[in-house]
């Protein structure tokens, strides 16, 4: 049987400055869509200041990954990247850079292969509002 790929894109508001958003009903909204059984979907933020992980997301959770990416990369201390472009976001790039812009997810049955307490997750590390646009690309039959 020959394997399909679909491409679909995602546009969020974001507010910056860690805002973690979960985007896991919409992973699957565009999976059920596609009429794919089996295969993988692998999920990329666009954008060298933004990452996609998984988390439990719960606020208090969500407020413990927020002071964890502060306490590690701090946004009020120097980085020698706001020197090239005086924009205030060498953090942000950092905290990009540690969790990585893309993840790769199985789904089987048409659903995404996820714990109970697992949600994927969308983080806009940038220092202001965006509009972002995130990708996701489904493989399977």
């Known amino acids: 049987m020959k394997m399909k790929v679909e491409t679909k894109f995602l546009k969020l508001k974001t ?41 439990e997301f719960e606020p208090g959770l969500v407020k413990d990954l927020k002071a964890l990416f502060e306490e590690l990369i701090p946004a009020n201390r120097h980085y020698c990247h706001d020197e090239a472009w005086h924009d205030g976001n060498g953090h942000s790039h950092l905290r990009a850079s540690l969790v990585g812009p893309s993840k790769t997810f199985i789904f089987s049955d048409g659903k995404l292969c996820l714990g109970t307490w697992q949600q994927i997750i969308f983080i806009d590390f940038d220092a202001r509002p965006r509009q972002r646009k995130i990708v996701f690309q489904f493989s399977g039959r």
Do not use: K, P, R
């Open 15 to 55: 507010s910056g400055n860690t805002d973690i958003i979960d985007i896991t009903s919409e992973i699957q909204h565009f999976l059920s869509e596609s009429g794919l059984e089996e295969g993988t979907v692998t999920v990329s933020a666009i954008g060298s200041t933004a990452s996609v992980t998984t988390c």
